[in-house]
Nanobody
Framework: QVQLVESGGGLVQAGESLRLSCAAS????????MGWYRQAPGKQRALVATITRGSITNYADSVKGRFTISRDNAKKQVYLQLNSPEPEDTAVYYCTATIWRAFDSGSRIVWGQGTQVTVSS
């Protein structure tokens, strides 16, 4: 079984930095793309940022220049640095990863349980 666990969410004031972490554990042979999505109240889940195994990154336009995604392949972790967050960034943030398990014939996409980020004005 493979599990993703997020941490680092909480309540911050606008402009106050925050760092989210996500750790993968379980029967993992390798991890391809990792990423962060978010879901605000009343809205659909939306892409925030993704990062390949070789650290090529992609960002939603709304967070470019403010958020930074990174990963540590040895630790099987992905991070999201939120700089200059705004109240509009308030959402549940979900970690995701494309994972290969030993002896599997294909990869699978795994999601974390989510961590709440609330940005007050």
């Amino acid at each position: 079984q493979v599990q993703l666990v997020e941490s680092g969410g909480g309540l911050v004031q606008a402009g106050e930095s925050l760092r989210l972490s996500c750790a993968a554990s379980g029967n993992i042979f390798s991890i391809d793309d990792m990423g962060w999505y978010r879901q605000a109240p009343g809205k659909q889940r939306a892409l925030v940022a993704t990062i390949t195994r070789g650290s090529i990154t992609n960002y939603a336009d709304s967070v470019k220049g403010r958020f930074t995604i990174s990963r540590d392949n040895a630790k099987k972790q992905v991070y999201l640095q939120l700089n200059s967050p705004e109240p509009e960034d308030t959402a549940v943030y979900y970690c995701t990863a494309t994972i290969w398990r030993a002896f599997d014939s294909g990869s699978r996409i795994v999601w974390g349980q989510g961590t709440q980020v609330t940005v007050s004005s």
